[in-house]
């Protein structure tokens, strides 16, 4: 007893919902959640959090979820969205049947043809103005339409007209007859069909009148067996007309829909308006921008999908909308790659290095491991020469107390190889900058050898100067400013928008094992980060890396 007593507490409340019609015999068929897209923009990351959901309860009773386009609506949908959301989905590693709306089209017109039939549904002619101001406000109850009182037959008749496509785009449409007073302003007679003389991208010509979402969606779920329709909390006022559609039909056993809140994360914009806005705008670099939370973008900026389902799973259910910190993404994110990547090394702002006693035509190869913490990466061979390049931010002329790095007369050990000592800088006689280093090497020194004599209080990373590959590498942040807030109106986008959000280094030098990056590896850059080959922008001539996530993990701290 103690032990089911445990295990309720444990379930979230959609879980808890599902949970109790199956001890309760509600349905006579396997639990069944759906994913319903419109297929006129990408997924983010909100998306990629309803699928986790309604996938998770399924799998957890053994039942089923589908994926289904809602594709009602000609003028904004597009081939291209059904193929990127398919692709999306697949890649968060869900691999759901496939269903079409649009398939329905028959099924939705005889459901209209009942409600007509039934008393419940009539054509109106009020324009759109018109529709606003018989609706009323919060506060004052609607006016019915004149068109209300048409008979059944005259409704029949108009109905089927408006299929046989007698009348023009938005002359005339179906509403629901419910009730004007209603607080609920979707129970105002809401639209339940409207003429649109547009191609569909998959019907074609064949129809020229389409259901709206609340009419449709209630009747897809019900064609497809769904058990629970779940879905996030803007919807909750929608509730009352999902199920008035499936009484009024007198379906057996009526899908249930039940609510979540929606997630958003500090620094993104997660709202499909806004993204259009700020991708239409020309502040992010397409849809696929590794600042978006597309799935596009978090695909091309390297996040792998096993860290956004670790995530998604860490978040939990809640019932209100909700802001997650970005830096728990960052965390599951680091957590996955900590034992996948490579770790190689970059120099990101490069200073030269000339080891004076070291041979000038020699290279030695040197052996470094692939990664501290995963043995089975094995190593790799990296060049070692008399030139090399280090961050020009590991040496400094006048060292403040605390900096252990590289400076005149000081010594410091490079990564695998061998103790440097910086001899004297050569300056640009106009800037005055340090352009180069003139060092000397321990050849007693050497990683591995076992040597003790002496110690050193750091070790830096450095690439050969004669084998190293330029790249460009981009440092991604948080797209808004911190103190940013977006308006429900318009949004002054440049206000808003961090202006340090990507930054390009364009004369990195990487190690030689670079050259043959390959799209969708991951890499640590050794003191730098996490990052991956840009898929958009890198060519044979020069690799774009972009930067993942950072080392340092503010998360862990704060948890």
Known sequence: ???????????????????????????????????????????????????????????????????????????????????????????????????????????????AVKLIRKGKAYVCDLTPEQMTEYRGTLTEAGKESPFRSRTVQENLNLFAQMREGIFPSSSKVLRAKIDMSSPNMNLRDPVLYRIIHAEHYRTGSEWCIYPMYDFAHPIQDWIEGITHSLCSAEFIGHRPLYEWVLSELGVSEPPKQREFGRLSISGFVTSKRYLRELVEGGYVDGWDDPRLPTIKGLRRRGVTPESIRSFLEEIGVFRQNCMMDSAMLDHCIRQDLKEK???????????????????????????????????????????????????????????????????????????????????????????????????????????????????????????????????????????????????????????????????????????????????????????????????????????????????????????
Request: with cysteine; aromatic share 10%.
């Open 1 to 111: 007893m103690y032990l089911e007593e445990e295990k309720e507490k444990a379930l979230d409340f959609l879980t808890k919902v599902v949970e109790d019609d199956v001890k309760n015999g509600v349905y006579n068929r396997p639990v069944a959640t759906r994913f319903p897209p419109e297929p006129n923009g990408y997924l983010h990351i909100g998306s990629a959090y309803a699928i986790y959901i309604n996938n998770s309860i399924a799998r957890k009773y053994n039942g089923t979820f589908n994926l289904r386009f809602d594709d009602t609506n000609p003028l904004k949908e597009d081939l291209k969205y059904v193929e990127a959301i398919r692709e999306d989905v697949e890649w968060l590693g869900f691999k759901p049947p496939v269903y079409f709306g649009s398939d329905y089209s028959e099924q939705y017109y005889e459901a």
């Open 341 to 559: 990547a490579v770790s190689v090394m970059a120099v990101l702002g490069p200073l030269k290095v000339i080891i004076t006693n070291y041979p000038e035509d020699q290279t030695e190869m040197l052996s470094l491991k692939n990664n501290e913490n995963n043995d089975t990466l094995g190593s790799r061979e990296v060049p070692f020469s008399r030139e090399l390049f280090i961050e020009r931010e590991d040496f400094m002329e006048n060292p403040v107390p605390g900096f252990h790095r590289l400076s005149p007369g000081k010594e410091v050990r490079l990564k695998g190889a061998y103790f440097l000592k910086c001899e004297h800088a050569v300056k640009d006689p106009i800037t005055g900058e340090t352009t180069e280093l003139h060092c000397t090497y321990d050849p007693q020194t050497k990683s591995g050898t076992g040597f003790n004599a002496r110690k050193v209080k750091s070790t830096i990373h450095w690439v050969s100067a004669r084998h190293g590959i330029p790249a460009e590498i981009h440092l991604y942040d948080k797209l808004l400013k911190e103190d940013a807030s977006i308006m429900e109106s318009e949004n002054d986008w440049d206000a808003i928008v961090n202006p340090d959000s990507r930054i390009k280094l364009e004369r990195a030098i990487l190690e030689p094992i670079l050259q043959d990056a390959i799209l969708g590896t991951t890499y640590q850059f050794i003191r730098h980060g996490y990052f991956c080959l840009d898929s958009k922008h890198s060519d044979g001539a020069k690799g774009v890396f972009n930067r993942i996530v950072s080392l340092k993990d503010s998360w862990k701290k704060k948890s």
